[in-house]
């Protein structure tokens, strides 16, 4: 577990140190060759400064903003050197670009916009939601074609669930008895996913990590980012990659007009959409549709097209159940016309639990296969200091990103699905707990019916109204 996987002799920034940046320093330090002279962070609150002082790692708090951006990073990155992004409220495009100018290496896990962009009402929901933000990151492709490494959304989710998905397939291929090769690019991975019938996939994690005291009233608490969970669950709209075999455009439904078009929108935020799910721990339950960048890269890169004519796509989108604490909270917010109080992300109070996190992938000859880890708490203490089982998953993947584009320095803009997955899962693995992969007859008609009626459709349980709890 002390493996070291690259060599890097320039600079490294880490932007932020909440939950996240917390827990990827220690990682970065036991697995890159790093002089710890050459790495800083810059933050904009004290979050992570004893953790820095402990490690030996210089601390700024120096919130950027769009003028300050070049004269705060370029004394501390100079050229060449590496941006790890894990802030909220820092313009990621804005990064990518100052990093594209500068020769430097980049990664963040979610598109992040200036404060407010999630929660203007004046901009239009289609562009201030995941879709545009990503098609913002995408438009940079061509531009910065070959330029240094920029890997957009790599966490655990928008991240790993990408390099499971694709192990899962091979899987799912292997079980069916169909003789298929590793795929070569995102064209044959389409006809894997096409050929083996697969309609829908959920990134289907369910998070029951506790402490011992209730929720205290009033105060919104997560195992993550506080502020992160707000702008993706309360103020963007659910969205869904929108795959080929659904019948009918949700009656909130919305299709966007600009871009690859792969997902729609529904005119609720993601808190209030739920749908039916199932783990290999937990079994069926709950989960919301809350937007994430993969629900729409992941749509995008299994389309097979002829021409401009789309033949095959699944319906993508994540089915979460947060930990009880967050579902409460979530649930004042809304109460108070999505006014959020103080915040708490529950770290070293939590006494039991574990993030199960994977990608159940249904609609194939062996009904519906679940592929993912399972990371308890106690596993999570052990393996890695400064988080809880959400963070490791998120922060191993970070690393693992980092270690790729230090691998394969010049690929421009890319996304978890443009990798290797072999390669990452080599690095992802050891951190995972345990990898479960589990066959299941369920779907969304199992047990329904019974004490009221329901609108479902018998021919084709993989219809997202099926899935839908309304
Ligand atoms: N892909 C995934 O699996 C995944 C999972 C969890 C979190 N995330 C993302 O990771 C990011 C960090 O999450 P977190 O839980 O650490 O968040 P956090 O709220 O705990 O911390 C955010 C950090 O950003 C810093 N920050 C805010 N404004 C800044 C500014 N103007 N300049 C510099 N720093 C600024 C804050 O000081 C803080 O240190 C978020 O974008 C979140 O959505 C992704």
């Known amino acids: 577990m002390t493996k070291i996987y690259a060599k890097f002799i320039n600079k490294i920034v880490i932007v932020g140190c909440g939950s996240i940046g917390q827990g990827t320093l220690p990682l970065i330090l036991r697995h890159i060759d790093v002089d710890k002279k050459n790495i800083s962070i810059v933050t904009a609150d004290e979050r ?29 990155l100079g050229e060449g050197g590496f941006l790890v992004n894990l802030s909220v409220d820092v313009s990621s495009v804005a990064l990518m670009r100052y990093c594209q100018k500068h020769k430097a290496l980049y990664i963040d896990t979610s598109v992040e916009s200036w404060p407010d962009g999630y929660a203007d009402s004046k901009i239009p929901i289609s562009e201030r939601a995941n879709y545009g933000l990503r098609e913002s990151a995408m438009k940079l ?27 899962a397939l091979m899987t799912i291929a292997k079980d069916v008895g169909m003789k298929a090769n590793k ?12 050929n083996l019938g697969v309609k829908t996939i959920h990134c289907a994690e369910y998070d029951t990590q506790t402490t011992n005291k209730p929720k205290q009233i009033g105060r919104c608490e997560n195992t993550w980012s506080v502020d992160g969970l707000y702008g993706e669950a ?13 019948k009918q455009l949700p009656p909130d439904g919305r299709k966007y007009n600009f871009g690859c078009k792969s997902a729609i929108y529904l005119l609720r935020p993601g808190t209030e959409v739920k749908v039916r799910t199932w783990t290999p721990a937990r079994k069926n339950f709950i989960g919301k549709v809350i937007t994430h960048n993969e629900s729409i890269s992941i749509a995008d890169y299994f389309t097979l097209k002829k021409g401009n004519k789309v033949l095959y796509r699944p319906t993508v989108h994540y089915a979460y159940r947060l ?35 994977g990608m159940l992938i249904m609609g ?23 988080q809880n089982a959400t963070g490791l998953q998120v922060t191993i993947g970070v690393l693992a990103a980092i270690v790729w584009a230090i691998e ?49 459709d018998k021919k084709d349980p993989w219809q997202f109204k099926n899935f839908r709890v309304v």
């Open 364 to 386: 194939h000859k062996k009904n519906a296969y679940w592929y993912g880890s399972q990371l308890t708490i106690q596993q999570a203490r052990k393996l890695a200091p400064y």
């Open 48 to 76: 992570g400064r004893e953790i820095a002082k402990k490690e030996g790692i210089a601390f700024y708090i120096n919130p950027l903003t769009p003028k300050n951006l070049e004269k705060v990073l370029t004394p501390l």
């Open 323 to 357: 930990c009880d604490a967050a579902m409460l909270s979530l649930d004042e917010i809304i109460g108070k016309n999505y006014r959020i109080g103080e915040q708490r992300i529950l770290m070293d109070e939590i006494v039991d639990g574990m993030d199960e996190l």
């Open 234 to 246: 309360v103020c963007l709209p659910s969205e869904l990659g929108w795959g080929t075999h659904e």
């Open 141 to 167: 492709k061509k531009e910065f074609k070959n330029g240094p490494t920029t890997i957009v959304c790599h966490g655990a989710n928008p991240g790993i669930v990408s390099h499971f998905l694709k192990r």
């Open 408 to 456: 394969n320095p010049r690929m421009g803009i890319i996304e978890a699905d443009d990798m290797d997955f072999e390669r990452m899962m080599e690095i992802i693995e050891p951190y995972m707990g345990k990898m479960v992969g589990e066959y299941t007859d369920w779907t969304p008609l199992t047990g329904r019916q019974k004490l009221f009626p329901e609108s479902v």
């Open 183 to 194: 795929p070569a690019n995102r064209e044959e991975w389409a006809k894997l996913a096409k």
